[in-house]
C-alpha cells in the first residue's frame, strides 16, 4: 500500500523515523509550522525554523524517499504575544511563495481568546490572497467551541470552504464539519486524540469522501506510522484497498494540489541518491551513499 501523512512534525523525529515510514509505504508528508517546545521570543527564530521546512527538512526527507511539503503559519499557542504576532505576520507572505509550501497553517484556536481570533483571521485572509489552502487546528481543550468558532470564522472570512481542511477531529466534533465543504482530518495517537477502532468506526458511519487520517507526530509520546496502522485497521474492519487508498493516499493529495505545488504524479516518483548535499550539509556519517537508478 501507498500511504501519505498530511500532518506531522518531522523536526521533531530521527532518520529512523524516516527510514521506518517509507519502509511502511510513505511516499510523502506534511509538516505544518508550529510551536518549537517552548515561546519563541523574537521574529528572526521564526525566519529560521521557517527556512528550516522549505530548506534542510525537505532535503533530509528525500535522501530517505519521503517527499517533503510543509505549511506555513502562526500557531495560535504563539498569537497572544501580540508584537512578536505582528513581526510574523508581516513575515509570512514571502514564504507563502515557496514551493515546499501547500496551505497556510496550522492556524485556528488554544485558549479561544480574541488575539487567537484576530491572527486565525488575518491568517485566513492572507490564504485567500495568495490563493492556498488552510489548515485549522481545533483545540484540546474546549474543542467544541473552538471547532464552532472556527468554522463560524472561515464563513465569515468568505474563504472557499473546500480549501479548508479542519483537524484533530473526534466524534463530537465530525458532525459539525459535516455540514459545510470542509475536509475532515484526524489524528491518530497512542493514548490520546482518536486511536485506529475510533476512526474506523468514524469510516464506517460517516464514509470516505473528504477524510483523511494523520499522526501529528511531534516531540510528545506519538507514532509516525499511525496512517498506516491506521490502513491496516481498515482492512482488517473490510475496507477495500480502494477505500484505504482514497483516505490514507489520494484524499490529502487532492486537497494539498489545490496549491498548484503538489501532484498524484510528483509524489509517487523518488528516487533517492545520498551523494547530493544541502549547503554542502550531508545525512550520511560515513555510510555508503544509497543511489537509486
Same mark, same amino acid.
Given at each position: 500500500?501507498?500511504?501519505?501523512?498530511?500532518?506531522?512534525?518531522?523536526?521533531?523525529?530521527?532518520?529512523?523515523?524516516?527510514?521506518?515510514?517509507?519502509?511502511?509505504?510513505?511516499?510523502?508528508?506534511?509538516?505544518?509550522?508550529?510551536?518549537?517546545?517552548?515561546?519563541?521570543?523574537?521574529?528572526?527564530?521564526?525566519?529560521?525554523?521557517?527556512?528550516?521546512?522549505?530548506?534542510?527538512?525537505?532535503?533530509?526527507?528525500?535522501?530517505f524517499g519521503v517527499h517533503h511539503y510543509c505549511t506555513i503559519g502562526l500557531n495560535p499557542k504563539e498569537a497572544n504575544d501580540v508584537a512578536l504576532a505582528e513581526a510574523v505576520m508581516k513575515i509570512m507572505p514571502?514564504?507563502?511563495?515557496?514551493?515546499?509550501?501547500?496551505?497556510?497553517?496550522?492556524?485556528?484556536?488554544?485558549?479561544?481568546?480574541?488575539?487567537?481570533?484576530?491572527?486565525?483571521?488575518?491568517?485566513?485572509?492572507?490564504?485567500?490572497?495568495?490563493?492556498?489552502?488552510?489548515? $485549522?487546528?481545533? =483545540?484540546?481543550?474546549?474543542?467544541?467551541?473552538?471547532? !464552532?468558532?472556527? &468554522?463560524? #470564522? %472561515?464563513? @465569515?472570512? *468568505? $474563504?472557499?470552504? =473546500?480549501?479548508?481542511?479542519?483537524?484533530?477531529?473526534? !466524534?463530537?466534533? &465530525?458532525? #459539525? %464539519?459535516? @455540514?459545510? *465543504?470542509?475536509?475532515?482530518?484526524?489524528?491518530?495517537?497512542?493514548?490520546?486524540?482518536?486511536?485506529?477502532?475510533?476512526? %474506523?468506526?468514524?469510516?464506517?458511519?460517516?464514509?470516505?469522501?473528504?477524510?483523511?487520517?494523520?499522526?501529528?507526530?511531534?516531540?510528545?509520546?506519538?507514532?509516525?506510522?499511525?496512517?498506516?496502522?491506521?490502513?491496516?485497521?481498515?482492512?482488517?474492519?473490510?475496507?477495500?484497498?480502494?477505500?484505504?487508498?482514497?483516505?490514507?493516499?489520494?484524499?490529502?493529495?487532492?486537497?494539498?494540489?489545490?496549491?498548484?505545488?503538489?501532484?498524484?504524479?510528483?509524489?509517487?516518483?523518488?528516487?533517492?541518491?545520498?551523494?547530493?548535499?544541502?549547503?554542502?550539509?550531508?545525512?550520511?556519517?560515513?555510510?555508503?551513499?544509497?543511489v537509486e537508478g
Amino acid at each position: 500500500m501507498r500511504y501519505f501523512d498530511p500532518h506531522i512534525h518531522m523536526m521533531s523525529r530521527t532518520t529512523d523515523d524516516y527510514e521506518n515510514m517509507a519502509a511502511a509505504g510513505i511516499l510523502g508528508v506534511v509538516e505544518p509550522a508550529f510551536w518549537t517546545g517552548q515561546p519563541r521570543t523574537q521574529a528572526g527564530s521564526f525566519i529560521d525554523y521557517f527556512d528550516g521546512l522549505i530548506g534542510w527538512e525537505r532535503f533530509r526527507a528525500s535522501q530517505f524517499g519521503v517527499h517533503h511539503y510543509c505549511t506555513i503559519g502562526l500557531n495560535p499557542k504563539e498569537a497572544n504575544d501580540v508584537a512578536l504576532a505582528e513581526a510574523v505576520m508581516k513575515i509570512m507572505p514571502r514564504y507563502l511563495e515557496k514551493d515546499a509550501v501547500v496551505a497556510v497553517g496550522e492556524i485556528g484556536f488554544d485558549d479561544i481568546t480574541d488575539n487567537e481570533e484576530r491572527f486565525f483571521a488575518e491568517q485566513l485572509e492572507l490564504a485567500k490572497e495568495h490563493e492556498l489552502p488552510v489548515m $485549522i487546528h481545533t =483545540s484540546h481543550r474546549d474543542k467544541l467551541r473552538s471547532t !464552532e468558532r472556527s &468554522l463560524a #470564522l %472561515v464563513k @465569515e472570512c *468568505g $474563504i472557499d470552504e =473546500s480549501l479548508v481542511i479542519m483537524d484533530h477531529l473526534n !466524534e463530537q466534533t &465530525l458532525p #459539525l %464539519v459535516l @455540514e459545510t *465543504g470542509c475536509w475532515r482530518a484526524h489524528s491518530i495517537y497512542p493514548d490520546t486524540k482518536m486511536s485506529e477502532a475510533r476512526m %474506523v468506526a468514524l469510516l464506517q458511519q460517516y464514509g470516505t469522501e473528504k477524510m483523511m487520517v494523520n499522526s501529528a507526530a511531534d516531540w510528545g509520546r506519538s507514532d509516525p506510522l499511525k496512517v498506516p496502522k491506521t490502513g491496516e485497521a481498515m482492512r482488517v474492519a473490510g475496507f477495500s484497498e480502494d477505500d484505504i487508498d482514497l483516505v490514507l493516499f489520494r484524499n490529502p493529495i487532492e486537497f494539498y494540489a489545490q496549491s498548484g505545488r503538489i501532484s498524484m504524479d510528483e509524489v509517487t516518483a523518488m528516487k533517492v541518491d545520498q551523494r547530493t548535499v544541502w549547503e554542502e550539509n550531508s545525512v550520511l556519517r560515513g555510510q555508503t551513499p544509497r543511489v537509486e537508478g
